[in-house]
Nanobody
Framework: QERLVESGGGSVQPGGSLKLSCVYS????????MDWHRQARGKQRELVTF???????WYTDSVKGRFTISRDNSKNTVYLQMNNLKPEDAAVYYC?????????WGQGTPVTVSA
């Protein structure tokens, strides 16, 4: 059984927006740091953003001002709002849940950005 299920990926034109969702099916979601990573074709997977259990948020420089991570602990869900998408944002986006002893990855959701 998958612990994390992402959705919301798709194809958009440059400048467009998408909102990704990732639902966690286990318990104690509020104790997990939730990350979004992405992997473009032919490249290594990279960390895009994270939201810790204590509320710390971090973004990689290339998405600052365009992407927003949020979480709803009542719904066991983390979101990634992506605005002003660029061709270089195209990738498979993965969420990850980590609380130290446990770590889970989702299956990924693809994002395509092209004119």
């Amino acid at each position: 059984q998958e612990r994390l299920v992402e959705s919301g990926g798709g194809s958009v034109q440059p400048g467009g927006s998408l909102k990704l969702s990732c639902v966690y099916s286990g318990s104690d979601f509020d104790q997990f740091t939730m990350d979004w990573h992405r992997q473009a074709r032919g490249k290594q997977r990279e960390l895009v953003t994270f939201f810790t259990a204590s509320g710390k948020i971090w973004y990689t420089d290339s998405v600052k001002g365009r992407f927003t991570i949020s979480r709803d602990n009542s719904k066991n869900t983390v979101y990634l709002q992506m605005n002003n998408l660029k061709p270089e944002d195209a990738a498979v986006y993965y969420c990850k849940a980590n609380n130290g002893p446990e770590m889970y990855w989702g299956q990924g959701t693809p994002v395509t950005v092209s004119a």
